[in-house]
């Protein structure tokens, strides 16, 4: 079903020309003439939200802008292998602008100060998986005549076995 709406909603912007609006009536699958496709097209990316009769098609229009512009600004001239490759960025951000269905944020240098801290939040997250391994190596040059267990040897240690009550 998912491909089915993705196949005609391309169909019916693909046709379109550059000259004509941004809003179109969804058709039968996306859920009929009360429901809107409103998009914009930039190079070779279309970006299209469907909405129901009561959203503004101009608000909409200035929320894509709002999303590709900071798109642009975190992968630097955004393109389609950004957006496939760092997909999970490209849902963070738009969760910075649209939570539940609801605008919450356009303004860009607010978005932009939330995903910098989600960066550096996933920096020290990922500082920490190095760890054990940084730890071993200060060891290993703090007392280098000390012989330390290799990892081979580890596996078959067995621990303990307690007694049932």
Do not use: W
Request: charged residues 20%; aromatic residues 8%.
């Amino acid at each position: 079903m998912q491909q089915q709406i993705i196949r005609e909603t391309f169909l019916l912007l693909s046709k379109r020309e550059d000259s004509v609006c941004n809003f179109l009536e969804g058709g039968t699958l996306i859920g009929g003439s009360d429901f809107r496709l409103v998009y914009r097209h930039y190079a070779t990316l279309y970006f299209v939200f469907c909405v129901d009769s009561s959203e503004s098609e101009l608000g909409i229009l200035d929320l894509i802008q709002v999303f590709v512009e900071t798109l642009d600004r975190c992968f630097e001239n955004v393109c389609e292998l950004d957006l496939i490759f760092h997909m999970d960025k490209v849902h963070y951000i738009l969760q910075e602008i649209v939570m539940g269905g609801m605008v919450v944020e356009t303004n860009q240098t607010e978005i932009l100060t939330h995903i910098e801290a989600q960066q550096r939040i996933e920096k020290q997250e990922a500082g920490m998986g190095g760890a054990p391994a940084r730890a071993l190596s200060a060891a290993k040059s703090m007392a280098p005549n000390v012989n330390l267990p290799k990892l081979a040897d580890l596996q078959n240690i067995s621990l303990p076995s307690f007694k049932k009550l």
